[in-house]
Nanobody, 127 residues
Framework: DVQLQASGGGLVQAGGSLRLSCAASGFFFDDYVIGWFRQAPGKEREWVSCISSRDGRSYYADSVKGRFTIARDNAKSSVYLQMNSLKPEDTAVYYC????????????????????WGQGTEVTVSS
């Protein structure tokens, strides 16, 4: 079975850091673009970042650029989201998703592009 297991969420004070992980199984991870999305209470799902399948190219939403870093370890079938300088507006449930790329020609900010989704991990940033 295909699984994307997001973890690493929690409660942190503004200015703090968290590192989210997304562990994949059930498909050939190396071929897939991975995206992170988030959804705050009462708001629509928002794209955060994405990373290409093999060459490490990454893209970020303007709201997180310079604060968040996405990385992947294909040997471990995992993607990570390092979140620094967290703000209360970063509070949301964070989801990882996978799309059978390549990244070129893919609208990686569009949730409809993705084939598989994880269950989400909750991040709360207190002011």
């Amino acid at each position: 079975d295909v699984q994307l297991q997001a973890s690493g969420g929690g409660l942190v004070q503004a200015g703090g850091s968290l590192r989210l992980s997304c562990a994949a199984s059930g498909f050939f991870f190396d071929d897939y673009v991975i995206g992170w999305f988030r959804q705050a209470p009462g708001k629509e799902r928002e794209w955060v970042s994405c990373i290409s399948s093999r060459d490490g190219r990454s893209y970020y939403a303007d709201s997180v650029k310079g604060r968040f870093t996405i990385a992947r370890d294909n040997a471990k079938s995992s993607v990570y989201l390092q979140m620094n300088s967290l703000k209360p507006e970063d509070t949301a449930v964070y989801y990882c998703a996978a799309d059978k790329g390549p990244l070129d020609g893919l609208d990686c900010w569009d949730p409809d592009e993705y084939d598989y989704w994880g269950q989400g991990t909750e991040v709360t940033v207190s002011s």
